[in-house]
């Protein structure tokens, strides 16, 4: 039943082949439940393990979803994990009106404010730890902690990179036909499942939960400007977490660290998607970061 603001889903609210498709799961986390959390113009998908521990929201990057972090909340014992689909991404609005990092940044406080009491650890990936640190220099009385997998600042992005970005999505065959037919376009590697993983069936085949020219102009507002003003603002103590094999190069890392306030780095291997491939190493920086306690901060 949808009320004015907020909707919980339950397994049993699902039609009827995705509850076929999901019984499993539903069964080994029967406290899982699913939110659309209503944001300015956009339903935002919300996963919730449920759980009494302190609250972890996690958020994906461009063109991911909050699927792919299944894995990381899982093996986040003791806490009440909950990951959001951002706008135009996963099962959240597809085409919403405005894809600004101010959009975003309502969305997070959103979430929070209608699911959580009391401040959150934040993870986030790529555009989800940019969009991460922005709602740690807005609302600081929202956020005990972070944690940012291969983020940055933003402002590095081109006109070219976008439009290249646009075409690489447009060149995919869609509908795909089945998973066997994705694989052979998008791979077998970590990020080529995930993306497969998360493909919608519909009638004709299986479509991605995301629009090409979306994502390149919710990018572009990434790409914009360099948000160091915003990162020096941040007080929360973060874990910036960077690959061996991402996005960002020795230069970049060490001005990233030594710019902000509490700021510990941890290197590990993998690629920009980290979480997906090189995930004990991910979970091995995450949990004790995550354990410290407070006063262990200054």
Same mark, same amino acid.
């Given at each position: ?17 995705m509850r076929a498709a ?63 689909? +951002? ?8 085409h919403p009106s405005d ?13 929070i404010e209608q699911l ?179 006063? +262990?901060?200054?």
């Amino acid at each position: 039943m949808w009320l004015a603001e907020h909707r919980s889903v339950t397994t049993g609210d699902r039609p009827r082949a995705m509850r076929a498709a999901s019984s499993l799961l539903t069964l080994q986390n029967w406290s899982m439940r699913q939110h659309i959390v209503v944001s300015g113009d956009a339903e935002l998908h919300v996963v919730d393990h449920g759980g009494a521990g302190t609250p972890v929201v996690i958020l994906h990057g461009l063109a991911g979803s909050s699927t792919e972090f299944e894995a990381t909340a899982s093996a986040l014992d003791g806490h009440r994990v909950l990951r959001i689909d +951002a706008r135009g991404h996963g099962r959240s609005t597809r085409h919403p009106s405005d894809v600004s990092r101010e959009a975003h940044v309502s969305d997070v406080v959103r979430v929070i404010e209608q699911l959580v009491v009391g401040p959150v650890s934040l993870i986030g990936q790529s555009m989800g730890g940019h969009t991460a640190m922005l709602v740690a220099a807005a609302r600081p009385d929202l956020i005990e902690r972070m944690v940012l997998l291969e983020a940055g600042v933003g402002g590095d992005g081109t006109a070219s990179s976008r439009a290249a970005m646009r075409e690489f999505f447009r060149s995919w065959p869609i509908p795909f036909e089945n998973p066997a037919h994705a694989r052979t376009v998008l791979g077998d590697d970590s990020l080529g499942r995930a993306w497969i993983a998360d493909l919608e069936p519909r009638a004709d085949g299986l479509w991605p939960r995301f629009d090409a020219d979306v994502m390149a102009e919710t990018i572009e507002h990434v790409d914009s400007s360099p948000r160091w003003a915003e990162w020096e603002r941040v007080v929360a103590p973060t874990l910036a977490v960077f690959a061996t094999d991402g996005m960002f190069d020795d230069q970049a890392k060490t001005e990233f660290v030594g710019r902000g306030n509490w700021v510990r780095r941890a290197d590990i291997s993998g690629s920009h998607d980290a979480h997906l491939d090189a995930f004990d190493e991910w979970m091995g920086a995450v949990l004790p970061f995550l354990r410290l306690p407070l006063s +262990a901060f200054p």
